[in-house]
Each structure stands twice: as C-alpha cells, then as structure tokens.
C-alpha cells in the first residue's frame, strides 16, 4: 500500500533511496529528501504491504501542468527485490492519479518501460 511520505520516516527513505548509483553521496542524497519535503510539486511515497509495518520500497514524482507525472525515484528495499513489488507500487500509483500520464527520466526510464510493457500485456 502506498502511503504519502511523512518526516518520521526520512531515514528509511533515505536509506532506500541511496541504493541509487546516484545518490551515494551523503550531499545528494540529502538534497533529493530536502525537494521532497519542501517542494509542493514533488511528492515520495513509501510502499508498505498490508501484512507488515515495514517499508518495502519509495517512489518518488513530481506532478506537471498537463497532466504528466514524472517517475524521479524507485527503490525497493534488496530482500524483496524480485517479488514484483514495484509493479504494485507503480499499479497503486497510476490507482492514485488515473488521469495522470507517468513519464520517466534517464534513470527512471528502462523500468517504466518495462513496467508500461507488462501493463499492456
């Protein structure tokens, strides 16, 4: 289940979002958590499943005119790699914004790909 990001969770978020080649630097990685908080365009999200308290994975957009979504961050927490979870998450996160068209960046872009290819079938 996805959930809106609150304050309280910040370490664990950036803990999952620093499995990314390019937010290893402790700078960084700050910065991306600070737009999170401070930008209201911007939004991250943490995946829970509905069996446990823990987090599984962070998804993290942000919204444009026009009625796009940008995919900036997905990461899934190592010991449930592999399961589909960000399926799910990403499933649950076009469920939140239905009319929302979800684009990707260069790092984001591979897995949205492969993600719009599953959903079609």
């Known amino acids: 289940m996805l959930t809106k990001y609150r304050k309280n969770q910040r370490k664990i978020a950036m803990g999952l979002l620093g499995f990314h080649d390019g937010l290893k630097d ?4 700050l910065k991306e958590i600070d737009t999170y908080e401070e930008d209201e365009h911007y939004q991250l999200f ?3 499943d509905e069996t446990s ?4 994975g ?4 942000s919204q444009l005119e026009g009625g796009e979504l940008v995919l900036h961050d997905i ?3 190592p ?3 592999g399961e ?4 799910k998450m990403m499933e649950e996160l076009q469920e939140l914004y239905p009319e929302e068209r979800i684009i990707g960046t260069p790092a984001t872009s591979m897995f ?3 993600w719009q290819e599953r959903k079609r079938g």
């Open 53 to 56: 308290d823990n987090v599984q």
């Open 112 to 114: 949205l790909a492969k």
């Open 84 to 87: 589909g979870v960000s399926l």
């Open 46 to 48: 943490c995946y829970y």
């Open 58 to 61: 962070v998804i993290g957009i």
């Open 26 to 29: 402790q700078k960084h990685l």
């Open 75 to 77: 990461s899934l927490n």
């Open 79 to 81: 010991s449930y790699r």
